[in-house]
């Protein structure tokens, strides 16, 4: 697999092409600092979309949740976890 990180400072996004033997997806980001959260829409090359979110509660402990929906609306993959820092 392969990855490709951007920021756009004029659209203040983040940009990610993954490209894997699999297929491809486009994966914008978009920082909040009140929420500490950056909030991820994507679409893969066989169309489905997702939305995500990885928040930073502090230094230590940080959540990420993403969802992807087929063209038709049915969810293909659903996530979610909590990370914590190994001290």
Do not use: C
Not at 5 to 32: C, F, H, M, Q
Not at 55 to 72: G, Q, T, V
């Amino acid at each position: 697999d392969h990855l490709v990180w951007t920021y756009d400072p004029v659209g203040k996004v983040y940009r990610l092409t993954l490209l894997s033997r699999t297929g491809a997806a486009i994966i914008e980001g978009r920082w909040n600092n009140t929420t500490r959260t950056m909030a991820w829409t994507s679409v893969d090359s066989a169309g489905n979309k997702g939305t995500g979110k990885h928040r930073f509660i502090d230094k230590d402990h940080a959540e990420w949740s993403l969802a992807m929906k087929s063209p038709n609306g049915t969810v293909v993959f659903d996530a979610s976890a909590k990370q914590t820092r190994v001290k």
